[in-house]
């Protein structure tokens, strides 16, 4: 009984206690780590990874998985930043705020079309989508930046009494996806279906619904990351978000969420995605290679499979 409690708040709070022993250790290793401009440069930089990680939170609860997000981040930023352009007249703000949701939403559903229609395994869809998705923003931007975006959207990346406007819209996301997951009855037949979908479909629920809209919902999160790093960046890179999707994935399955669905928590994912960030970080702040630095990574992820399987089989 002991051993299991044990297990349990160990399950329960040990990546908080990882992530504090992180921050002691950088905190003694270098001094610039607790100062606020770098605290601040950390939340920017957690921001747009955050964002994708609450999104793929839904389709790893459902027991699928995305491997698109970096892609249709690249795609996302480009329309974005198309319709961006700043004129006499002005362009509304939600103009291109718009045009980079829809199109990442428009990506989703195509997934969750082809994985609840289609039948087709997820990791074969998105990575399909993964390859569409950066050849379409090649072709829309022609393979070079897009440029020459209005004032009104580089302010996303401003500050607003200090704090980034990154890490407010991620603060925001992520209270709604928590506050919708515990609350909503929708919230609770993602859990359903990645628990047992067989049993979820017996007991009235409908899979491929709910798949379709974690599927289309990750997708506009996708869409609104790639709005953000646009606006950070000032321009729609058709080569930005390269492997952002495997530190999303990371982030969530280091919060707890199992691959196998049906378990994992939004509080979960966002200790993973600040573990994640705080380590990047400390090894910029210490000099380490970024060769060493994707080595570290890679044993990250590795690690968090082998320790979510591990608990599995507990």
Not at 103 to 130: E, K, Q, S, Y
Request: charged residues 10%; aromatic residues 6%; glycine residues 14%.
């Amino acid at each position: 009984m002991n051993a299991r409690l044990d297990r349990s708040l160990l399950h329960r709070f040990g990546i908080l206690l990882v992530l504090l022993a992180v921050g002691l250790g950088l905190s003694v290793a270098t001094d610039s780590f607790l100062t606020v401009s770098n605290l601040t440069n950390v939340a920017r930089q957690v921001s747009i990874n955050g964002i994708l990680a609450v999104g793929v939170t839904f389709v790893l609860l459902t027991g699928g998985v995305d491997l698109s997000l970096g892609s249709v981040v690249a795609l996302s930023g480009v329309v974005c930043a198309t319709f961006a352009h700043p004129s006499p007249e002005g362009h509304p703000l939600f103009l291109p705020v718009a045009a980079g949701l829809l199109t990442g939403a428009a990506c989703g559903l195509v997934n969750g079309g082809l994985v609840t229609r289609g039948r087709v395994a997820p990791f074969i869809v998105t990575l399909g989508m993964m390859t569409v998705a950066r050849g379409l923003a090649l072709i829309v931007s022609g393979g070079r930046p897009v440029a020459d975006m209005s004032e009104r959207l580089t302010a996303l990346a401003g500050d607003v009494r200090g704090v980034p406007i990154p890490l407010l819209c991620f603060v925001a996301v992520a209270f709604i996806a928590w506050f919708f997951l515990k609350r909503f009855r929708l919230g609770r037949h993602v859990y359903a279906v990645g628990g047992n979908e067989q049993a979820a479909r017996a007991a009235g629920i409908s899979v491929g619904r709910v798949k379709l809209f974690v599927y289309a919902l990750c997708g506009v999160m996708a869409g609104l990351a790639g709005v953000v790093l646009a606006a950070r960046i000032t321009t729609g890179q058709p080569n930005a978000g390269v492997a952002y999707e495997l530190d999303a994935i990371a982030a969530v399955v280091i919060g707890g969420t199992s691959l196998s669905g049906g378990v994992g928590s939004v509080a979960g994912t966002v200790l993973g995605v600040i573990l994640i960030g705080v380590i990047n970080n400390g090894l910029d702040l210490m000099s380490v290679s970024s060769y060493y630095q994707q080595v570290v990574k890679g044993v990250i992820i590795v690690g968090a499979v082998w320790l979510d399987r591990r608990q599995a089989r507990a």
